[in-house]
């Protein structure tokens, strides 16, 4: 069965009106951005911004997944989170305050960590928000296997990097896999927990993670930035942008 497919109304027209006269964007743009089906992994400093902003945005259909409850050191950066909603599930909450928003999209709490058994295929974007390498090798395969675009957001400290992944849809750009490959070498701390976080970093990197996809999404006659890796140091306010060369071996996107 097709999906029927929604339509702006007078309200939306009002909600959104600072969009749509944007050139290239228009009216066409924001009911694509409407029909659009949304998975975010992870409710925390970089899922916060993603969903509040992907919300606001008018994203139609969103999905968050996190097993996590809130505490009050998630406070510093966890922008939805607030000090009374300590002890409660962060996907939850996050969905809660997100409906204050924009109560008019459809968005739903996953409270379970997202594994390799989940279906991906009715989602039409990707945001992932964890902070947990396992689940990112696992959205990246997940993602490419079925052709979804896939907005990797990471931060540590006061560095973020953030990459758009479209190997699914173009067999020439690399995966996530081809840039970091999986090894049995014991990683640097990555991990906001071990390594600490400043709150606007992951601010920064939530926002651009929902300026990419809304781009991706809404944007006619768009120019993709999948293929490049941006690289954000807060001491220096230096964004450095690097080309990523595919692996021909890589074992996820080369076969």
């Not at 998975?39 to 925390?44: D, E, M």
């Not at 509040?52 to 139609?60: D, E, Q, T």
């Not at 992944?165 to 896999?177: R, T, V």
């Not at 600490?196 to 920064?204: A, F, K, M, R, S």
Request: net charge neutral.
């Amino acid at each position: 069965t097709t999906k029927e497919l929604l339509m702006l109304n007078d309200d939306d027209l009002n909600r959104y009106a600072r969009q749509v006269i944007i050139p290239n964007f228009n009216e066409e743009g924001q009911e694509r951005l409407l029909n659009t089906n949304c998975l975010i992994v992870g409710a925390g400093g970089l899922g916060c911004p993603v969903a509040l902003y992907a919300s606001a945005a008018g994203f139609g259909h969103i999905e968050i997944y996190d097993q996590d409850i809130i505490e009050i050191s998630n406070l510093n950066r966890q922008i939805a989170h607030k000090n009374n909603h300590i002890g409660n599930s962060k996907a939850e909450n996050l969905v809660q305050e997100c409906l204050k928003i924009n109560p008019n999209i459809s968005i739903i709490s996953k409270k379970k960590i997202f594994d390799d058994s989940i279906d991906v295929s009715n989602f039409d974007l990707i945001f992932d928000c964890c902070d947990n390498p396992e689940t990112k090798y696992i959205l990246n395969s997940l993602s490419h296997k079925c052709k979804k675009i896939l907005i990797s957001g990471s931060a540590v400290q006061m560095e973020g990097q953030l990459a758009i992944w479209k190997s699914g849809l173009n067999k020439n750009y690399p995966c996530y896999e081809c840039v970091f490959p999986r090894t049995n070498e014991k990683s640097p701390i990555t991990n906001c927990r071990e390594a600490g976080i400043i709150g606007p970093v992951t601010g920064l990197i939530g926002s651009m993670q929902v300026n990419e996809a809304i781009k991706e999404i809404a944007l006619k006659n768009y120019q993709s930035t999948a293929g490049n890796l941006f690289l954000y140091d807060a001491l220096t306010l230096n964004l450095d942008k690097i080309r990523l060369i595919k692996n021909n071996q890589c074992p996820v996107c080369s076969k």
